[in-house]
Structure formats: structure tokens, C-alpha cells
């Protein structure tokens, strides 16, 4: 079992920043596991942000790509989102993911195991 539990969201102006965490516990980053966020905007499906294999490769959807970047810290268990110039249409609730060693795709939401519950992120234009 591995819990997921993400923070850091709120409210912040257009053109601002947010760094998002997903505080991980239980077997976490191991060989072949895969870290993911999605984000979901009311009335629309969850969509793929960001990824990160377990040998540090990174993958972002283009809307945020130069914008967003994923990180880890091993000590603490912890994957962030650091989220800079942030836009109006980057409002939703952001979730992060976590994928046991298997194939399959990293931004394809049947490809994870795990969820948070999820933080929510408003930009105000």
C-alpha cells in the first residue's frame, strides 16, 4: 500500500507561483515506479501534468512545459510541483499519482495505483 497526500494548493494572481507536495509513504520510489500529477478542472477529465520515473527521467504536457517543474526529495519521501507563471486556465484540483514497476504510459490515468486526495489550485486572473 502507498498513501499519497498532497498540499500547497490555494489561491494566487496570475503570473504567480505555487509549489505543490505529495507527501508519499509505504513503498514508495523504487525501481521502476513512476510519480505522476493530473489535474482537473470542473466538468472536465483529469488531465496529465507532469511525471517522474524512478531514474529521474521527466515528462510535462506541453501547457505547462518551461512553466512547471517535477522534483524529488528521497529523504523525505516528498514529490513536488514547482508551478511558476501560473495562468487562469491552470485552475483545478491537482492530484498526485503514483505507478507500482509494470508497463504502460506515463501520462494515462489507468497506468497509476495510487491517489491523493488532492489539493486545489485557483489563479485569478
Known amino acids: 500500500q502507498v498513501q499519497l497526500v498532497e498540499s500547497g494548493g490555494g489561491l494566487v494572481q496570475a503570473g504567480g507561483s505555487l509549489r505543490l507536495s505529495c507527501a508519499a509513504s509505504?513503498?514508495?520510489?523504487?525501481?521502476?515506479?513512476?510519480v505522476g500529477w493530473f489535474r482537473q478542472a470542473p466538468g472536465k477529465e483529469r488531465d496529465f501534468v507532469a511525471a517522474l520515473v524512478w531514474n529521474d527521467v521527466t515528462y510535462y504536457a506541453e501547457s505547462v512545459k518551461g512553466r512547471f517543474t517535477i522534483s524529488r526529495d528521497n529523504a523525505k519521501n516528498t514529490v513536488y510541483l514547482q508551478m511558476n507563471s501560473l495562468k487562469p486556465e491552470d485552475t483545478a484540483v491537482y492530484y498526485c499519482a503514483y505507478a507500482l514497476p509494470k508497463s504502460g504510459t506515463y501520462y494515462d490515468t489507468n497506468h497509476y495505483d495510487y491517489w491523493g486526495q488532492g489539493t486545489q489550485v485557483t489563479v485569478s486572473s
Open positions: 509505504g513503498r514508495t520510489f523504487t525501481t521502476y515506479t513512476m
